[in-house]
């Protein structure tokens, strides 16, 4: 079965940047979204079609996606951005998750 | 405003039946694919089926099928997901999403979530 692979965890200052990557094999030629979810909430789509955002996603998010991996970027991160981020993606009509990458803003 | 509203929480023993629902509201609810998450305690999201609430058609993730059933009622924007007989095993928060296909299957997002239903079987 396919697999995606996260990084358990990232940390970042605040005002860096964080780049949460996601491997999978031959990633580039499929779609990835990403999902961010804060403690005890329902998570929430910030990146589909690998580099579109939502409305109401700020623009600090945005997504790149080629050769085996899929990275989420977050430009000037702020405190409020600390969550555990999922990538996804589609492999024979199954929805595939990373396992999940907690971002630490400290 | 798009919203899916999930049942409460549910507490229930090894070997008991259980259904759980997510009503959405705010969209077409026949337009669009409903989906199951599974997210067992402190770990990641997991996905579990989806069907369309027009036929019915479903398609389930192949560690899921037979251990769970979904359905839909289009009459009242309401998708399911049952158990028949629960297993410890089976404790965890069950999230609702909405599916958009942005211009193909393999673009598709879940781009609206429920609020989580928490299961939890113990003896």
């Known amino acids: 079965s396919y697999e995606l692979t996260q990084p358990p965890s990232v940390s970042v200052s605040p005002g860096q940047t964080a780049s949460i990557t996601c491997s999978g094999d031959?990633?580039?030629?499929?779609?990835a979204c990403w999902y961010q979810q804060k403690a005890g909430q329902s998570p929430v789509l910030v990146i589909y079609?690998?580099?579109k955002r939502p409305s109401g996603i700020p623009e600090r998010f945005s997504g790149s996606n080629s050769g085996n991996t899929a990275t989420l970027t977050i430009s000037g991160t702020q405190a409020m951005d600390e969550a555990d981020y999922y990538c996804?993606?589609?492999?024979?009509?199954?929805?595939?998750f990373g396992g999940g990458t907690k971002l630490t803003v400290l | 405003e798009v919203q899916l509203v999930q049942s409460g929480a549910e507490v229930k023993k090894p070997g008991e039946s259980l259904k759980i629902s997510c009503q959405g509201s705010?969209?077409?609810?026949?337009?669009?694919?409903i989906g199951w998450v599974r997210q067992m305690p402190g770990q990641g999201l997991e996905w579990m089926a989806i069907?369309?609430?027009?036929?019915?058609?479903?398609k389930y993730n192949p560690s899921f099928q037979g251990q769970v059933t979904i359905s839909a009622d289009k009459s009242i924007t309401t998708a399911y997901l049952q158990w028949s007989s629960l297993k410890a095993s089976d404790t965890a928060m069950y999230y609702c999403?909405?599916?958009?296909?942005?211009?193909?299957?393999?673009?598709?997002?879940?781009?609206?979530w429920g609020q989580g239903t928490l299961v939890t079987v113990s003896s």
């Open positions: 999403a909405r599916l958009n296909y942005y211009d193909s299957s393999s673009s598709a997002a879940f781009d609206y």
């Open positions: 705010g969209y077409r609810f026949t337009s669009y694919w």
């Open positions: 069907i369309h609430p027009v036929d019915s058609d479903t």
């Open positions: 031959k990633l580039g030629a499929k779609y």
């Open positions: 079609q690998d580099d």
């Open positions: 996804q993606a589609w492999d024979s009509n199954t929805a595939v």
